[in-house]
Nanobody, 118 residues
Framework: QVQLVESGGGLVQPGGSLKLSCAASGSAIIRYVVSWFRQAPGKERRLVATIFGERGNINYIDSVKGRFTLSRDAAVNTVYLQMNNLEPEDTAVYYC???????????WGKGTLVTVSS
């Protein structure tokens, strides 16, 4: 069983920055595919960025490329999402997800709210 706890959300002006953290406990996060998702008000939850297991390959959706950076620190079992040049369209609850295929596992955190507004 893996527990995920997100933190770092808040209110920021357009053009500002935030760094989100996803702290894992119960198992080594490097074993999992870990993604950040976000859900804007009235919209579906959508994938933002993913880091793949031990190899650490990282993918981003087009709208955040060049602005967001996903990283991982295995020593503290935490995945981060550095968000720069934030836009009002980035306003959402951001969720951390960890999953594996063998054995099949899928875990979610409770989310952290990011509000980009002047």
């Amino acid at each position: 069983q893996v527990q995920l706890v997100e933190s770092g959300g808040g209110l920021v002006q357009p053009g500002g920055s935030l760094k989100l953290s996803c702290a894992a406990s119960g198992s080594a996060i490097i074993r999992y595919v870990v993604s950040w998702f976000r859900q804007a008000p009235g919209k579906e939850r959508r994938l933002v960025a993913t880091i793949f297991g031990e190899r650490g390959n990282i993918n981003y959706i087009d709208s955040v490329k060049g602005r967001f950076t996903l990283s991982r620190d295995a020593a503290v079992n935490t995945v981060y999402l550095q968000m720069n040049n934030l836009e009002p369209e980035d306003t959402a609850v951001y969720y951390c997800n960890a999953r594996s295929v063998y054995p099949p596992e899928n875990y979610w955190g409770k989310g952290t709210l990011v509000t980009v507004s002047s």
